[in-house]
């Protein structure tokens, strides 16, 4: 069973966006709670009229109506599953003028509404390792708190009066024409209240600044430069509202030999070319500890052996990386003159097949060297 919005608005289905806005206008004006106490029949009707505007109102939802009688919500259920969405529609439409049409209340409420405490970014430099495995740190934040002496009011236990400026409302109305017209309150700022003694606390502020001794778990895999966000952690919320976020923005120190290329962990292994001929056993470091790895003969410059899982873990928990050994062959600077014989021994006892990984490209370089 599906509802006609048009009907409910009495538009035709041609109407434009101006006469659903003015027929919308008119009908929430008539059926408003405020106007109409104790009236389920108009609190009923309030509703329908939120509703059919909700949907005409939205180019998209519109023509999903034309077409299908009916509008869908992102599960793919028709409708509205009862929920209330009439009263923040009507306020987003009306604003605080309407708040006004109905005297001060509603407005000198909202500017006591309870607010979220603002962010804190703080910075913190960990070890290359730490990263790897994560770990608990200690960080000292600058932190605004709610004053315990006046408990945020900025004013001495009993030292708060009405405001006579605006009696309490923490608003000025003004009569023009037909509408009245509201301003917030200068003297006490909207509050509708006057703090005669200052808190001696907080001076008046309402608030101290202290610095809190936070632990924050930085989980294992994290990044150079990452950020993280602790629900909460930030500056206290104002009138109740819930507290900031805490910003921590990691640095990781280098190390001195390891690399991260995500969750790899790269180490270059420097070998003689001796090594690299006739293939080692190399005890190499790991992050948590050592490894002996084979180097087979006739490695080559720039190879790289593979240790599955010996990375690091992903940070969001997917998974762990590897460690990647770029091994680097070391041709000698320095040589005996006892060691240049064997080399020149050794030349002589070369032909293509001692190199036969590069057979073809010393082929293809005779080839041209001799056309
Ligand atoms: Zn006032
Ligand atoms: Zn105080």
Known sequence: MSKDYYAILGVSK?????????AYRKLALQYHPDRNPDNK????????????YQVLSDPQKRAQFDQFGRVFDENGSSGFSGQDFGSTIFEEFFGDVFGDFFGGARGARQRKRPRKGSNIEVNVEIEFLEACFGISKKVKVPKTANCKRCDGTGAEPGGVTTCNTCHGTGQITQRQGFFTLSTTCPQCGGTGEFIKDRCKECKGEGSV??????????PAGIEN???LRISGGGNDGIYGGPAGDLFVH?????HEYFRREGRNIILDVPISFVDASLGTSLNIPTIDGSETIKIKPGTQPDEKIVLKGKGVPDVQGYGIGNMIINLKVVIPTKLSKKQKE??????????EDTYSSEKSLWEKMKSFFNS
């Not at 041609?14 to 003015?22: D, G, L, R, S, V």
């Open 342 to 351: 064997l080399l020149e021994t050794f030349k002589k006892e070369s032909n």
């Open 41 to 52: 029949e108009a609190e009923e009707k309030f509703r329908e009229v939120n509703e059919a």
């Open 250 to 254: 990691v640095k990781v120190k280098e």
């Open 209 to 218: 600044r202290e610095y809190k001794t936070l632990e924050v778990k930085i």
């Open 225 to 227: 430069n990452m950020t």
């Open 14 to 22: 041609n109407a434009t966006e101006i006469e659903i806005k003015k």
